[in-house]
Nanobody, 125 residues
Framework: QVQLVESGGGLVQTGGSLRLSCAAS????????MGWFRQAAGKAREFVAY????????SYADAVKGRFTISRDNTRNTVYLQMNSLKPEDTAVYYC??????????????????WGQGTQVTVSS
């Protein structure tokens, strides 16, 4: 059973940066492809970024492309989300999850499991 713990959220001004971390345990991290999602108050959960277990493939939502970078450190069992040029619309609870080894789009939350408790990101205008 995989356990995921997100951290690094906080309050930041528009244009600022944050780096989120997601620490994994309970399964060999290097075998897991990972994703970041977010959910703003009153809205549905949405895909943010994906990284393959080999670190070769990444994918981003259009809303964050060019501003966010997903990366991983298999020696630390951790996946990161570097967020730059933050906007008020990035305000949300951010979650990481493990993607199942199935065919399908990276942005479909149905293919993910092991969701962490989330970390709040608030961007003030």
């Amino acid at each position: 059973q995989v356990q995921l713990v997100e951290s690094g959220g906080g309050l930041v001004q528009t244009g600022g940066s944050l780096r989120l971390s997601c620490a994994a345990s309970g399964r060999t991290f290097s075998t897991m492809s990972m994703g970041w999602f977010r959910q703003a108050a009153g809205k549905a959960r949405e895909f943010v970024a994906y990284i393959s277990r080999s670190d070769i493939t990444t994918s981003y939502a259009d809303a964050v492309k060019g501003r966010f970078t997903i990366s991983r450190d298999n020696t630390r069992n951790t996946v990161y989300l570097q967020m730059n040029s933050l906007k008020p619309e990035d305000t949300a609870v951010y979650y990481c999850a493990v993607r199942r080894d199935v065919t399908g789009t990276y942005n479909d939350g149905r293919y993910y499991y092991g969701w962490g408790q989330g970390t709040q990101v608030t961007v003030s205008s």
